[in-house]
Each structure stands twice: as structure tokens, then as C-alpha cells.
């Protein structure tokens, strides 16, 4: 019954695995070939995985990637721009079952050490982007490391007018500056606020103010020592 | 473009709809207006559409098969189950056996007025004690009096509707609704 | 009748005919929103309307009345106030000026002007003044783009209408609207009588036209740039509540029962039925139902079209009152003129 | 460093996002809010429009008034709990939300849902594309001043949403879609109801196109306004019918099929040459019609069979990174799950359509008349929801 897919993709998050990739996707290695020989160095990683390529380059090459993925390939269509705040969430799930006391919650734990996914990465903070090609199908993930203390990153409006109102998002929601953008401002909060809300060490306070009601308040059941009929009511 | 204007297709549109509400029964060459039965729309206090028998109104329980086990509470993405309970010895089911244990239900309140009617609680029930019924007038005048404890869930259980049969080809297994 | 009003003092009279003009504008306005705007649409849009206030929903317009009234009578803070609450009046005020023209029978009338349809054209010109004042006076930008946008259509379509009516005149050779329902109603048709001659036949490009404009003069779609829901609110009324809204309301409707009662006097033959004698008493009490079914049957057209097309853009309607309706006016006046010659 | 009319407008409208107030700027032109509270934005979508009479010398959008923050509340769910909140990003195309993020979810998992639950799911996935639609059919008349179409859209409409309702309990927020498969199977009798309520959609174009489509005034409103150039509508992101109707042919369903069986089918992907709005109703109103022929063709076909596969039910995503997208009704829609292996998603980018769509606003109002705003919005179609999420 269960139809699990048999599908041979290679593990998500290896690093570098594009190259020994059992189905080698050879129009996405000749594009990976492209950008290497036009960024040079700048293309720091890249992966690919069931028809979908991620590349990593050097913030510096951001917007030199989307001017060659534009003018040179043709990825005419602007899919999205965001970003991932790699950092684990220093308060948890909020309602893991240690968060039981919810009159006493841990304190925020110190981070700890980021791992970050596909394509890789260094930093905390890292862009996110997807370009298409809508006449041959292909599309491409792209992604750059921000360093924490220096959180900016060149604009893509002069190349994907379509960008504007995503880099305004991640202006918004992890505090991203993007240089050549006509107007970062406030997109979906009011002007007044304060803090990144996407950023992992923004508290998300829904789930701060409320205890958990899932904590099991009916002490646990003793294993049914009694004998007898105990499977009725009993908790498993 | 055709020789008739569009204007005066769409004129015969809204013609043609006028005298289909008025006149509903075409074909048998009554005349007399029955616009009541040609709207769409029902006049809602006096006449009320049954929603189908999944639709999901509002969630019904089944007291007697609670365990206070929390599933649903935990599992409850707005967290607006509540529920305390308390273990008991219950008599023993045959003569001569122990005493068993059970949870005691002590409150099962859910509030309407956080609830998004997403149904994963009653997925998530493993001892069948929450249903969905297709009862929808529970709406209150107040916030607060959204909050509907255990004996009204309980009341809503009546409303619960059988299992459907499934469409063919399917090898679902049917469910059946406990009895109150 | 007439013998029966000589009698009475001037006073008498007077409050008689102003009590019939008070019951010939409210009821029928009352009737057409009952009628077209709660029915008739609701029955267009598979639904049934109002359904719960007497039977068939038969009072809610007295509901809804009693509903503006408890509103407060809200002047926006920076508006003019004294302009502001004085538009809707204007604007009703030109709808009962209009209405001091039309003949309901041989004797039944208000007042026998000779120049009866130049007045009602002029008078009719009365509401821009109230709809400009309500746009200016509300200070939002919303009423001003409405007001601006009513007076230029309105404006516009006042030349059509005119011209349209213009026709009439020639053929009945009278601006008197009595004269001219008794023209139609004495007419022949190439020597065939049996009807009148009710100048719809003869003057129908005049009908169109006037029915085109007729329905830009009520800002009804697809002309209702003015108010236009989707764009401006509601225009020039945005700012308005309670019962100055509703005077808007009923002048919106009243005006559109006015109008069809000019519209059925000129084209349809006015009060007289076909077979009777124009004189008859009986027409004294028979004429206005009959001008009344003329009316409702012409404003269920206005709102059969209001209900079923888009509105124009306000430089479309421009072009169509310009190139289109003004010069097919023009057009229809000359052959009417021409054949009132010859023939 | 002269400041362009873009920039000085870019500039009240930050200024008015800031202090959320009326404005009252007062130059040679008018500034006039169109929004938040307006008949014309279904929603809460505000557009400053600087105007010079009633021709907009440039228009700015406000939004976030309706911004929930479903990418932070994500992060705190569990993948079930998620589909929950996605619902309501386009409500009136619900169920099609819930579906690249399933997808998602069962690209890192390495599920695939069996044969039927998949038929169901791209039923189903047409359906709300058709009660969405529908919608926009009726509502685009509205805009452009016609009020009786609207009321035909949402009486059919209802055909739909009852299927979507019979089948999976909600009108709205189904929630129907899971890991592997679907929450349930269909009821008895759904196919043939489905039949009928395609056949009554197919009567409503009819009607449609002849009240509305076929209207000279309706024509003249819209053809020739708001047009988007295709390399200007890609580069700004617009997807879906908006882009189509530039006549750039592509579409999601059929160029990268990803978990739903529209290959198995036969059907048309329409485009229109022009690019303006009347391009763009013409092509949604093809698309309906195309819609209601696939679910038609796949209510023949459904295979029998299970409708899920084995997946855990404590459901935890392996670690990885998956973009899903589909050709929902308002345009491309995906969802890109980045997994640390734990019962939550670690982070959710919700590519959604609507957001795309309208950015190109500022560049598309430029010197267009007032009612033309709202024919290039309303054409445009977009729900809040989807704006903001």
C-alpha cells in the first residue's frame, strides 16, 4: 500500500553533492559551469537535487549573479527574495513537554551552533532567492551569507523591478539593508516598530503570554499492576 | 462581433434570470409566480439549508469515551481546548475483580471564539470522543459566552450525523458514531 | 373637476394640488423602490429581497425610512456646513418643480404653462446646483471627484435631452405638456386614429436619445460615474447619513419616476387611454393610474439597464453625449422640421 | 539629487504608513486614499494615488493591514497544524494553498501520496480554482460598475463550494490535505453532484460572456487598460493569468507538474496576445472553463484504491530544503520548507502570488484615470490574504 518514493535523490543539506549525484542533471551542471566561469570565485557552493539548482555566491557577487542570470540566461521571471535566519530558536518550541512548569520556563538557552542546509553556509543570515526561465522551464535557487555585524546586501531592483517590495520584506522582518534600494521602508508593520519579527531570537508572543494548555495536569497512570480490566481509560 | 449588441444580450441575461426566479416551474406551464421556490437564496430563519453530514459546525463530545489523555489539547494549533481531570477507582467490571482505575473528566472546554474549525483534534482522538456535527446556530452575543464547557459539547453529540458511505472505489474503512 | 376645484378658494386649491404633488412624488417613489429597486433587481439577481417587513417585504421602505431617521446627522468637521445641509433640499426642490408641469388628465394639473416643457428642462438643471453644493460643501475628495464628474455629465446630457425633446415640440407645435398629450392623443397615424399617434412612432431616434440622456440626468448606470460605489464611495453622497441621505435617496428615485413621466407624456401618449374620449371625466381619475403605468413600465427599463451594464469611463461618456447623441438630435430635428414642411 | 515624482510619492506613502492617517498634503495635485476601507480593494489594500484631476500621476499601494505573520507562526507548528493557517491565506481559494506545502513537505519526507488521494487532491485542487475564479468573473463586473454579475457569481459559485463542503467538511478552509494523502475519502454520490455543479460553471461563462465579456461598455472600459508588456509582468513577478494574458505561455500545471495528475488529462493552456485587463478577464474566464473540462475528465478516472500512504503518525520532516510551486488560482504559489528533522518546520518562505502581482501597481497606474484604478486592480485579482499573509 504504502507507495514511498523510490526516487535515489541524494541526501538534502550534503554539502557539495551536486558533483557526485548519482542522475547527474547535465543542462544543470552546464549552468553551474556558466556561472562558475562569470562569477569566478564569488560562486562559493552549489547543489543540485531532483531538477533544482542551489547556488551559493559571495554577497558581493549578489547582484552580478542576477544581472548574469538575467541578461546572459535568460531568467527572465522574478520568483521571490527572502532570507533564513539560521540560528536555532533560543526559546525552543515553546511547548516541548520540558516546557510542562509553564509558570517556570527555562530561561532562553544560548544558541546553538547554526547549521545551515543546502548550498551550505557560514552565517547566521543568509539570502534567499529564485529566479526563473519560463520559456525552457529551468529555475535556480541563489543564496548569499550575511555577515551578522554587517547585515546588507546589494539591491536587486535595478535588475528585477519585482524585487522591490521582497527587499523591503527582508528589510523588514531580519533587518537586511539592501544597497541601491529606491526606498526601504516598512511594508507590512507599522513604521513605528521595533525588532526583526522573522528573526529566530524575536519571541513570538502568542506563545509567550498564554500557558500551554496540553500540559498533562492528570498524574501519569501507573503500569496497570492491578490486573484485571485496566485497558478501558487508560491512558497509553 | 455578432449583429446583436452585446448590451442587448446582456439585457436578455438579466431578463431571461427575472422571469426564471418568478416563474420557476417552466415546463408545467404554470403561471404562477413562485419566486420563493426560483431564488437561490432561502429565507434563512424560516427555511434552513442541512449542510452536508461532513460539514464541520462545531465539535461535539462524547463524554463517556474521554480519557482527559490531552491529545487534543496538545495537538490544538490555537490552543483553545482545556481540559482537567482526575483519576478514580471504578468498581470492578466483573465480580471479584479489582478495582479499576480510571480518568475522571473533570472539564472539557473548548472556546469557539479562538477555535479555526481545522478538525485536528477530532483527528487526533484515539478513544472516539470528539465528533463534528453540521450544527452551526451556536453563535452568542458575547465573546466570553464562546466558550462552551462539557455539557453543551456533550448536548451537540445528539447532532452528530452516521458516517457517510464512500464513494466507490474507495477502500476507507466507514467509521460508526457511538451511541449517546 | 375642474367645475369641482372653480369652487373651492384659492387656498383649497392650492393645498389640494400641493398634496397631490407631495403623493405623486413619495408614493411613486416609494412604489418604484419598492418595485425595481427591492423586486425586480433582487428577482434579476436569483434572490427575492426584502421578505420580512409586511408581506412580501411590502413596508421596508418604511423600515429603512425609520432606520435613516434614528441615524444621526453627522456634518464632517471641516465641511461647509451651512452648503452641506442644504444640498439635499436643492436637490429635492428640483424634483417638485418638475413635477408642477405634468398633466395627469384633461383637468387634472397642477399649472397649464405654455412653456411647460421648457420649464421642466430648466428647472431639471436646479439639482446640479444641490449635487455640486453637496460635493463642494463635504469636504472629502471623494464627494468633490463626484460632484465635479456630476455636473460635467449633467451638463452634458442637458443639450441631448433638450434636443431630443425638441422634436416633440415641432410635431405637436406646443411646449404646453396638456397640448401636447392631446396632440398625441388626436394624432393619426397615416389616417389610422384608432391609437393616437403617440409620438414614440414617429419621433423614436427622439425617444432613444431622450431615454439615453434621461438615464445620465439620474447618474443611473451604465452613466453613474457620480456616485460609481466601486470608485468614489458613493460620490458626492459619501459623506452623507440619516435623513439627509435619504432625501438623497428619494430624490434619486423620484426624479427617475418624474423624468418617466415626462418621457411618457412626450412619447407614450401621457394620461390618454386609447379609445376614450380625451375630454372624458373619466380621465380625470383613469389618467394619472394610466400615467403611473407608463411611469413604471419606462423606469423599469432605466433600471433593467442600471442593473445590467458597467459604467462608462467619465471621458467616454463625454464622447457619446458629444459625437453621438448631440449630433443624432441635431439630425432628428432637421428631419422632423423638414417633414413637418413638406408633409 | 532631484527627487522624481516616484520618489516623493514613495515617500508620503511611507509617511502615511507610518503615521496611518489621513493625509493631507496639499501640492499643485490632489492626493487621494483609496483605501484601507474602500468598496473597490476587497480587503484592507490602500493606494495614495497623487493625482492631477482625475488622471494619477503616480500610485503608490499601502498594505500589511491584514499582515497575520503565517512565516513566524509556522515556525511554531507542526506540519499538520500549519495547513491550518495556510488556509486562510487565499480564502477563496483554500484548498489550493494547503497543497505546495504538502508537497513540500513530501519532497523532503520522500512520500508520495497514493494514485487516488492524488486524483482527489487535483480535483479538488480545480475546484477551488474554480470557486476562486468565479468570483473574479463576477467581481470584475463590479468593479468596472456593473452590480448584477456578482450576485450570478456568487449563486454559482455555491455549486462549488458545496462539493468542496460535502467532501471535505469545510466551505472555506478545508484543511483536507495531509503527508501522504488526504484526510478522507470522498462520499457517496460526490461525482455525479460534481458533474452537475461543472455543468451549471459551464452555464455561468455562458452567461457571463454574454453580460459581461460581450458588453460594449465593458470593452471599452477595459480593453487597452493597464497593459503589462511580458518581459515587464516577469520581471516583476506576475504569474498566473496575469501573465498568460501578456501571452507568455506558461503554467505551472502543465510546464513542472509536481504531485498533481494534470498531465494525465487533456486540456488547453489559453493566453492572450494583449496584455490588458480585458486580456486578462478573457483568459481567467478560459481558464474556468478549462477547470471545470479537467475535473470532468478526471471524475472519470479517479483510481480506486488507498488514499494515504504509511506515513508515522507523529509526523517529522527529515532535515532538508524543498520549493514546491503550483499554478494556484491567483498565480504561482510555493512554498519553500527548509527542515531541521523535527516536528516543526524550521523555516517557511511563502511565495505567494498576490504579492507579486500587485508590485507592479506602481509602475502600471502611472497616468491612467481614477476609474481605471480600480479596472487595473480588479483585473490584476488579488486577495489581501495573499498580499499579506
Known amino acids: 500500500m504504502s507507495r ?138 541563489a543564496k548569499a ?4 555585524d554587517d547585515l546588507r546586501a546589494p539591491s536587486w531592483v535595478e535588475v528585477y523591478p519585482g524585487a522591490d517590495w521582497h527587499e523591503r520584506e527582508a528589510w523588514e522582518m531580519f533587518g537586511i539593508d539592501f544597497d541601491g534600494h529606491p526606498g526601504l521602508r516598512h511594508i507590512y508593520l507599522p513604521g513605528e516598530f521595533e525588532g526583526h519579527p522573522l528573526r529566530k531570537d524575536y519571541p513570538l508572543l502568542a506563545r509567550r503570554v498564554k500557558p500551554w494548555p496540553g500540559l498533562v495536569d492528570v498524574e501519569l497512570m501507573p503500569t496497570t499492576d492491578d490486573g484485571g480490566d485496566a485497558t478501558e481509560g487508560a491512558e497509553p | 462581433m455578432s449583429l446583436v449588441p452585446g448590451l442587448v444580450k446582456g439585457l436578455k441575461v438579466t431578463g431571461t434570470t427575472v422571469v426564471r426566479t418568478v416563474f420557476p416551474k417552466r415546463g408545467m406551464r404554470t403561471l404562477m409566480p413562485a419566486p420563493s421556490k426560483g431564488a437561490a437564496t432561502v429565507q434563512y430563519p424560516h427555511v434552513k439549508e442541512a449542510p452536508p453530514p461532513r460539514a464541520r459546525g462545531v465539535i461535539a463530545l462524547h463524554e463517556g469515551n474521554c480519557t482527559a489523555c490531552m491529545l487534543c489539547a496538545r495537538e490544538c494549533p490555537d490552543w483553545c481546548i482545556y481540559i482537567e481531570g482526575h483519576k478514580e477507582k471504578a468498581p470492578p467490571r466483573r465480580a471479584g475483580g479489582k478495582p479499576r482505575q480510571v480518568n475522571i473528566l473533570d472539564r472539557f472546554d473548548i472556546d469557539y471564539a479562538l477555535c479555526m474549525f481545522c478538525g485536528i483534534c477530532v483527528d487526533v482522538c484515539p478513544f472516539e470522543a470528539l465528533f463534528w456535527s453540521p450544527e452551526y446556530e451556536f453563535a452568542e452575543p458575547r465573546i466570553a459566552d464562546l466558550l462552551h464547557d462539557m455539557s453543551r459539547l456533550s448536548e451537540w453529540m445528539e447532532t452528530v450525523p452516521e458516517f457517510e458511505d464512500y464513494e466507490s472505489g474507495s477502500v476507507a474503512k466507514k467509521l460508526k458514531v457511538p451511541p449517546t | 373637476m375642474i367645475s369641482v376645484l372653480s369652487e373651492l378658494s384659492y387656498w383649497q386649491v392650492t393645498s389640494i394640488r400641493v398634496g397631490a404633488g407631495l403623493v405623486a412624488v413619495l408614493l411613486v417613489a416609494g412604489t418604484l423602490v419598492y418595485a425595481h429597486l427591492f423586486k425586480m433587481v433582487s428577482f434579476m439577481q436569483s434572490r427575492l429581497g426584502p421578505m420580512e417587513a409586511g408581506p412580501y417585504g411590502s413596508l421596508q421602505l418604511l423600515a429603512e425610512i425609520g432606520k435613516f431617521l434614528q441615524k444621526e446627522d453627522i456634518v464632517p468637521r471641516r465641511a461647509d456646513r451651512f452648503v452641506f445641509k442644504a444640498a439635499p433640499f436643492v436637490v429635492l426642490t428640483s424634483t417638485f418643480l418638475l413635477l408642477v408641469v405634468l398633466p395627469g388628465g384633461p383637468d387634472a394639473w397642477f399649472i397649464s404653462n405654455d412653456l411647460g416643457i421648457y420649464l421642466a428642462m430648466a428647472v431639471s438643471s436646479v439639482s446640479v446646483i444641490g449635487i455640486l453644493m453637496a460635493g463642494w460643501g463635504s469636504a472629502s475628495k471623494y464627494s468633490l471627484l463626484g460632484g465635479l464628474r456630476a455636473t460635467g455629465q449633467l451638463i452634458a446630457y442637458e443639450l441631448p435631452l433638450l434636443l431630443a425633446v425638441v422634436g416633440v415640440v415641432i410635431q405637436a407645435e406646443t411646449m404646453n405638456l396638456q397640448e401636447i398629450v392631446l396632440a398625441q392623443a388626436n394624432g393619426e397615424i397615416f389616417g389610422w386614429g384608432a391609437i393616437g399617434n403617440p409620438f414614440i412612432i414617429t419621433q423614436f431616434a427622439g425617444f432613444i436619445i431622450f ?58 401618449g401621457g394620461w390618454y387611454v386609447p379609445g376614450l374620449d380625451p375630454a372624458d371625466n373619466l380621465l380625470n381619475l383613469l389618467g394619472p393610474l394610466v400615467l403611473f403605468g407608463k411611469v413604471v413600465l419606462l423606469t423599469f427599463l432605466v433600471f433593467w439597464v442600471r442593473f445590467t451594464f458597467p459604467r462608462f469611463r467619465e471621458d467616454q461618456l463625454q464622447r457619446l453625449a458629444w459625437k453621438f447623441l448631440v449630433p443624432l438630435a441635431l439630425a432628428n430635428i432637421v428631419v422632423t422640421g423638414v417633414l413637418k414642411v413638406v408633409v | ?167 471535505t467538511g469545510g466551505r472555506f478552509h478545508p484543511n483536507f490535505d495531509r503527508i501522504g494523502g488526504l484526510k478522507d475519502d470522498l462520499p457517496a454520490g460526490w461525482i455525479a453532484e460534481t458533474r452537475q455543479a461543472m455543468r451549471k460553471i459551464r452555464n455561468f461563462c455562458d452567461e457571463i460572456e454574454e453580460l459581461v465579456e460581450g458588453n460594449e461598455i465593458f470593452q471599452a472600459r477595459t480593453r487597452g487598460i493597464g497593459v503589462i508588456p511580458p ?93 514546491v510551486e503550483t499554478e494556484n488560482p491567483l498565480g504561482v504559489m510555493g512554498y519553500y520548507v527548509v527542515s531541521k528533522g523535527d516536528l516543526f518546520p524550521f523555516r517557511v518562505k511563502i511565495r505567494s502570488a498576490s504579492f507579486s502581482n500587485v508590485s507592479i501597481t506602481p509602475w502600471l497606474l502611472r497616468g491612467v484615470y481614477v476609474p481605471d484604478i480600480i479596472t487595473i486592480l480588479g483585473s490584476l485579482y488579488f486577495i489581501l490574504g495573499d498580499i499579506d499573509r
Open chain 1, 4 to 141: 514511498l518514493s523510490s526516487t535515489d535523490a541524494v541526501e538534502a543539506g550534503a554539502e557539495a553533492a551536486e558533483a557526485d549525484a548519482p542522475a547527474v542533471d547535465v543542462e544543470a551542471e552546464a549552468l553551474l559551469a556558466r556561472l562558475g566561469d562569470a562569477l569566478g570565485d564569488d560562486l562559493v557552493e552549489s547543489h543540485t537535487d531532483q531538477g533544482a539548482v542551489w547556488v551559493r555566491v559571495e554577497r558581493d557577487a549578489w547582484a552580478d549573479l542576477a544581472g548574469f542570470l538575467r541578461d546572459e540566461e535568460g531568467f527572465g521571471f522574478f520568483n521571490f527574495l527572502s532570507a533564513i535566519d539560521w540560528m536555532p530558536s533560543p526559546f525552543g518550541r515553546d511547548m516541548d513537554s520540558s516546557v510542562d512548569n509553564a509558570l517556570d520556563p527555562p530561561e532562553p538557552k544560548e544558541p546553538d551552533p547554526t547549521e545551515t542546509g543546502v548550498a551550505g553556509g557560514d552565517t547566521r543570515f543568509q539570502l534567499l532567492a529564485r529566479v526563473n526561465d519560463v520559456t525552457s522551464g529551468r529555475s535556480i535557487i
Open chain 1, 145 to 148: 551569507d550575511l555577515p551578522a
Open chain 3, 211 to 268: 431615454m439615453i440622456a434621461m438615464q445620465a440626468e439620474l447618474t443611473q448606470t451604465p452613466f453613474d460615474m457620480p456616485v460609481a460605489e466601486s470608485e468614489l464611495v458613493t460620490g458626492y453622497m459619501t459623506e452623507y447619513s440619516g435623513l439627509r441621505f435619504l432625501l438623497f435617496f428619494i430624490g434619486e428615485f423620484a426624479t427617475a419616476g418624474v423624468f418617466s413621466a415626462i418621457a411618457a407624456v412626450l412619447f407614450l
Open chain 4, 1 to 167: 539629487m532631484t527627487v522624481t515624482e516616484r520618489q516623493q510619492l514613495s515617500y508620503i506613502a511611507a509617511q502615511a504608513a507610518d503615521a496611518r492617517v489621513n493625509l493631507e498634503i496639499e501640492t499643485e495635485g490632489m492626493t487621494l486614499n483609496i483605501g484601507p476601507q474602500h468598496p473597490a480593494t476587497h480587503g484592507t489594500l490602500r493606494i495614495v494615488a497623487k493625482l492631477d484631476g482625475e488622471q494619477v500621476v503616480a500610485a503608490e499601494p499601502v498594505m500589511g493591514y491584514m499582515h497575520r505573520g503565517y512565516e513566524k507562526l509556522a515556525e511554531v507548528r507542526t506540519y499538520p497544524q500549519v495547513t491550518t493557517l495556510i488556509n486562510r491565506i487565499d480564502w477563496l481559494g483554500s484548498f489550493a494553498n494547503e497543497v505546495p506545502f504538502i508537497l513540500a513537505a513530501e519532497r523532503l519526507m520522500e512520500v508520495e501520496a497514493p494514485p487516488r488521494a492524488q486524483w482527489i487532491r487535483t480535483i479538488l485542487f480545480e475546484l477551488s480554482r474554480i470557486a476562486n475564479i468565479t468570483l473574479f468573473l463576477g467581481d470584475m463586473a463590479v468593479q468596472v460598475g456593473a452590480i448584477t454579475p456578482v450576485f450570478f457569481a456568487f449563486r454559482d459559485r455555491e455549486h462549488v463550494l458545496n462539493q468542496i463542503e460535502a467532501a
Open chain 4, 231 to 323: 518581459d515587464v509582468g516577469l520581471s516583476y513577478g506576475l504569474t498566473g493569468a496575469n501573465i498568460r494574458a501578456s501571452g507568455v505561455d506558461w503554467d505551472v500545471r502543465r510546464d513542472s507538474p509536481c504531485g498533481l495528475v494534470h498531465n494525465q488529462v487533456d486540456w488547453k493552456v489559453w493566453t492572450h496576445p494583449d496584455g490588458d485587463s480585458f486580456a486578462r478577464f478573457w483568459v481567467r474566464m478560459q481558464e474556468t472553463r478549462e477547470a471545470t473540462k479537467i475535473v470532468d475528465q478526471l471524475l472519470d478516472g479517479i483510481p480506486s484504491g488507498p488514499i494515504m500512504a504509511k506515513v508515522p503518525v507523529i509526523i517529522k520532516v527529515p532535515a532538508g530544503e524543498a520549493y
